[in-house]
């Protein structure tokens, strides 16, 4: 490796500060620096994208680097927790103080904080977060006692653009005496996780929500019914997975709704959830549709528990679809009829029946989405047996576009030997196969979950895709919230 004398290094510094010489040239340390000759402007928001620690250690890497970190929008992580609680806030505090820039996005995560909830109060009461544009409280308390959402935090909204409020364990309880003096002019994605907030509190937040582009709403307990009425909403996630006195949610109606592209029911828990979408013209995205949805209504198209009851047209619009069933191949194909243009296919299987797909795997179908569309098929909880396997050679043989194939298999079963006897079986080796990416993929979780974040992700259409790709680690946390 190169050595870089001091001298060197200043004249470097000194050359990255003047960005009309050309680059230089060579290898090693004397390569090129043309990032360091970006604009002020583009350099902090480089520092701003990167998480709080990782933008402060932009200020090492050399004197063109050095102020930049306390002048760039600040995108602030911290964590308070347990009998830390009180160090924690000191540090967040001298954060603020040496970090002069303003603060774009501030993440407040609190663990097993028990009663001292309210320790969080003086940092959100602080005038350095005046202007916030992204805010996001996230609680992790196993003592199971409920609290009020925090007062400052409402002091955010006239600024914000994105706000979450997400617990795990312990709910977190809506003021509804102050619900009708609230107002989000800006905010574009809401996310309420295990949040206790009254029906009439919910509809007068939405309805002071003008610009709404995303909503999620998971877990949460005092309303039953949900009705959708925006001109700017574009993705809505949504959950039944609370039993409560106050009341879980039962029924929801998108009524009006021109730009929704996606709708994620999400964990669906309870078979008792009815879902009707009265006008969704340019619906995309759609799943995971499940037999614990009593009723679902697409326009003139009914379900009960997922089986067709009333047909009067197909969705040409959707082009991901999600399901997870353990119905036969004859009711996937039906459902391929009805939503012709799906291009991505994720089914969760649930438990084939032993010998569904005996007579099938060979026989010749054409549907237009087989012929011309679906290039993408996922199937999670794939076993091996000769009900999935035969499953798998029906679309190898039948869709003549398909490019992309993923087998999602418990991990304990997908070893080597395995998925070589698997290769054989699936006719991997033979013509019929000739230009599909064919891949196994080892997972910890094989069910229908979607990540908060993939549905509030409005830079892709296939919140599905990346799904599970936390789930095929060690690492992902059963607690993680988003």
């Given at each position: 490796?190169?050595?870089?004398?001091?001298?060197?290094?200043?004249?470097?510094?000194?050359?990255?500060?003047?960005?009309?010489?050309?680059?230089?040239?060579?290898?090693?340390?004397?390569?090129?620096?043309?990032?360091?000759?970006?604009?002020?402007?583009?350099?902090?928001s480089?520092?701003?994208?990167?998480?709080?620690?990782?933008?402060?250690?932009?200020?090492?890497?050399?004197?063109?680097?050095?102020?930049?970190?306390?002048?760039?929008p600040?995108?602030?992580?911290?964590?308070?927790?347990?009998?830390?609680?009180?160090?924690?806030?000191?540090?967040?505090?001298?954060?603020?103080?040496?970090?002069?820039?303003?603060?774009?996005?501030?993440?407040?995560?609190?663990?097993?904080?028990?009663?001292?909830?309210?320790?969080?109060?003086?940092?959100?009461?602080?005038?350095?977060?005046?202007?916030?544009?992204?805010?996001e409280?996230?609680?992790?308390?196993?003592?199971?006692?409920?609290?009020?959402?925090?007062?400052?935090?409402?002091r955010?909204?006239?600024?914000?653009?994105?706000?979450?409020?997400?617990?795990?364990?312990?709910?977190?309880?809506?003021?509804?005496?102050?619900?009708?003096?609230?107002s989000?002019?800006?905010?574009?994605?809401?996310?309420?996780?295990?949040?206790?907030?009254?029906?009439?509190?919910?509809?007068?937040?939405?309805?002071?929500?003008?610009?709404?582009?995303?909503?999620?709403?998971?877990?949460?307990?005092?309303?039953?019914?949900?009705?959708?009425?925006?001109?700017?909403?574009?993705?809505?996630?949504?959950?039944?997975?609370?039993?409560?006195?106050?009341?879980?949610l039962?029924?929801?109606i998108?009524?009006?709704?021109?730009?929704?592209?996606?709708?994620?029911?999400?964990?669906?828990?309870?078979?008792?959830?009815?879902?009707?979408?009265?006008?969704?013209?340019?619906?995309?995205?759609?799943?995971?549709?499940?037999?614990?949805?009593?009723?679902?209504?697409?326009?003139?198209?009914?379900?009960?528990?997922?089986?067709?009851?009333?047909?009067?047209?197909?969705?040409?619009?959707?082009?991901?679809?999600?399901?997870?069933?353990?119905?036969?191949?004859?009711?996937?194909?039906?459902?391929?009829?009805?939503?012709?243009?799906?291009?991505?296919?994720?089914?969760?299987?649930?438990?084939?029946?032993?010998?569904?797909?005996?007579?099938?795997?060979?026989?010749?179908?054409?549907l237009?989405?087989?012929?011309?569309?679906?290039?993408?098929?996922?199937?999670?909880?794939?076993k091996?047996?000769?009900?999935?396997?035969?499953?798998v050679?029906?679309?190898?043989?039948?869709?003549?576009?398909?490019e992309?194939?993923?087998?999602?298999?418990?991990?304990?079963?997908?070893d080597?030997?395995?998925?070589?006897?698997?290769?054989?079986?699936?006719?991997l080796?033979?013509?019929?196969?000739?230009g599909?990416?064919?891949?196994?993929v080892?997972?910890?979780?094989?069910?229908?979950?979607?990540?908060?974040?993939?549905i509030?992700?409005?830079?892709?259409?296939?919140p599905?895709?990346?799904?599970?790709?936390?789930?095929?680690s060690?690492?992902?946390?059963?607690?993680?919230?988003?």
């Amino acid at each position: 490796m190169a050595m870089v004398t001091r001298a060197k290094r200043k004249k470097l510094e000194e050359e990255s500060r003047r960005p009309e010489l050309p680059p230089r040239g060579g290898g090693g340390d004397e390569g090129p620096d043309l990032i360091s000759r970006l604009p002020d402007e583009i350099l902090e928001s480089i520092i701003t994208l990167l998480p709080t620690n990782d933008g402060s250690r932009t200020q090492i890497l050399s004197r063109r680097w050095h102020p930049l970190w306390g002048a760039a929008p600040l995108n602030l992580d911290a964590v308070v927790s347990g009998m830390m609680a009180k160090e924690r806030v000191s540090n967040i505090f001298r954060t603020l103080r040496t970090h002069q820039g303003p603060v774009r996005r501030f993440s407040l995560t609190c663990r097993s904080m028990g009663d001292r909830f309210p320790l969080v109060d003086p940092i959100l009461r602080s005038p350095r977060l005046k202007n916030l544009q992204e805010f996001e409280l996230l609680s992790h308390d196993n003592s199971g006692r409920s609290c009020p959402i925090p007062q400052p935090v409402f002091r955010f909204l006239p600024t914000l653009k994105v706000l979450t409020i997400a617990a795990v364990c312990k709910v977190l309880n809506f003021p509804t005496e102050i619900s009708s003096t609230l107002s989000f002019p800006l905010l574009e994605q809401l996310t309420l996780r295990n949040v206790n907030i009254s029906e009439r509190a919910l509809h007068v937040v939405l309805s002071r929500c003008p610009v709404l582009e995303a909503l999620v709403l998971d877990w949460n307990c005092g309303y039953r019914l949900l009705r959708i009425f925006s001109q700017t909403l574009r993705s809505l996630g949504i959950s039944n997975c609370r039993k409560c006195e106050e009341g879980s949610l039962e029924e929801v109606i998108v009524d009006h709704a021109p730009l929704l592209e996606r709708l994620i029911p999400r964990s669906i828990q309870y078979d008792d959830l009815v879902i009707r979408i009265i006008q969704a013209p340019r619906l995309r995205t759609l799943g995971y549709l499940t037999e614990r949805i009593a009723t679902f209504q697409l326009g003139t198209m009914v379900f009960q528990k997922m089986t067709p009851v009333s047909l009067c047209s197909m969705m040409r619009t959707v082009k991901v679809l999600a399901l997870e069933t353990a119905s036969s191949l004859d009711f996937i194909i039906d459902y391929l009829k009805l939503f012709p243009c799906v291009e991505k296919l994720y089914i969760v299987v649930k438990a084939f029946p032993q010998g569904d797909f005996k007579n099938n795997a060979r026989r010749n179908v054409s549907l237009e989405c087989l012929d011309l569309h679906l290039k993408t098929l996922q199937l999670i909880n794939y076993k091996g047996n000769m009900s999935d396997v035969n499953f798998v050679r029906f679309f190898i043989s039948n869709a003549r576009v398909l490019e992309s194939l993923k087998l999602f298999v418990r991990r304990d079963k997908c070893d080597t030997k395995w998925i070589a006897t698997q290769h054989e079986k699936l006719w991997l080796s033979t013509r019929a196969t000739k230009g599909i990416r064919f891949e196994f993929v080892a997972s910890y979780r094989a069910c229908a979950y979607v990540y908060i974040r993939d549905i509030n992700d409005l830079g892709t259409d296939d919140p599905f895709n990346k799904s599970l790709c936390r789930c095929c680690s060690k690492d992902y946390d059963d607690d993680d919230i988003l």
